[in-house]
Structures are given as structure tokens and as C-alpha cells.
């Protein structure tokens, strides 16, 4: 789990900085990120637990993009992609008896 965290956390500022400063995302940091969501998501499937250091980072970076994506029109790049991320972190953090 500590390869996630890292590969994330080498990504952050390249997710965050646009965001806050131009209301932009970086398409390519944004696939990278996507990427290890999908291992991320193979991985935890079925878990009990998710490292907290894993979880929190996935929690600030959200949170950040999220609160950045309230400025932005619905379909603003920044605001599709903070759903999509939504998204991810739902499936990543809770295996809904409700998604098949």
C-alpha cells in the first residue's frame, strides 16, 4: 500500500495547482491518477481496511479539487473530473451491495 500513496502523493501538486490557480486540470497527471485508482480499486476489493495514510490523502486530494470544482460550470473539465473521481473513490472506499 505504500507504493499507492507514493505514486499519488508524487502527483498532487500537479492535480492541485491548476485546479486552485487556473480552475484547469492536467490531463496528463489526471490519467496517471486515474491509472493507479484502477489498481488501487483491484486491490482493495474485498478489504476490510484501508490504510488511514492512503485514505486521507485520497480524502485531501478530493477535497481540494472539490471545493476548487464549486466554481466551475457543470461542464467544465475540473468539475466532470472531480466526479469521475467521485466516483472512483466510491468504488475504491465501499463495495456497494448496490453496483455489481
Not at 480524502?59 to 466551475?72: D, G, K, M, Q
Amino acid at each position: 500500500m505504500e507504493d499507492f500513496y507514493e505514486r499519488i502523493d508524487e502527483l498532487v501538486q500537479d492535480l492541485l495547482i491548476p485546479a486552485r490557480t487556473e480552475k484547469t486540470i492536467d490531463k496528463q497527471a489526471f490519467e496517471k491518477f486515474y491509472g493507479i485508482l484502477i489498481e488501487l480499486e483491484k486491490e482493495m476489493k474485498g478489504e476490510e481496511y484501508i490504510p488511514r495514510k492512503n485514505a486521507g490523502l485520497l480524502f485531501f486530494i478530493y477535497r481540494t479539487l472539490s471545493a476548487e470544482a464549486e466554481h466551475c460550470s457543470y461542464n467544465d473539465e475540473l468539475f466532470i473530473a472531480v466526479a469521475n473521481l467521485e466516483d472512483m473513490l466510491d468504488r475504491i472506499l465501499w463495495d456497494s451491495p448496490f453496483k455489481n
